[in-house]
């Protein structure tokens, strides 16, 4: 595999070579994130807000009864 076409973690920048990545897609844009990296996204999105364009940070508003 040429490293063009190397994915890499959008937070820390590991290869597939050595870590498990995840697909995601964000406004249509396809990248990867790793398995230690995910939590970082699930809880603390704020922190990779300037990884993604377009990311709202805001709070999401309450499930709807």
């Known amino acids: 595999m040429s ?3 190397l994915k890499t973690c959008i937070n820390c920048e590991r290869p ?5 990545l995840v697909s995601i897609t964000f406004a249509q ?3 990867w994130i790793c398995t230690q ?3 970082t ?3 603390n999105p704020d922190k990779l ?4 364009s377009n ?4 709070e999401p508003p309450p499930p709807a009864n």
Do not use: G, Q
């Open 16 to 20: 597939e070579s050595v870590i498990p």
């Open 55 to 58: 990311m709202n940070t805001e």
């Open 41 to 43: 996204l699930i809880h």
């Open 49 to 52: 807000a300037d990884k993604f």
């Open 37 to 39: 990296c995910l939590p």
């Open 29 to 31: 844009n396809p990248t």
């Open 3 to 5: 490293n063009e076409n």
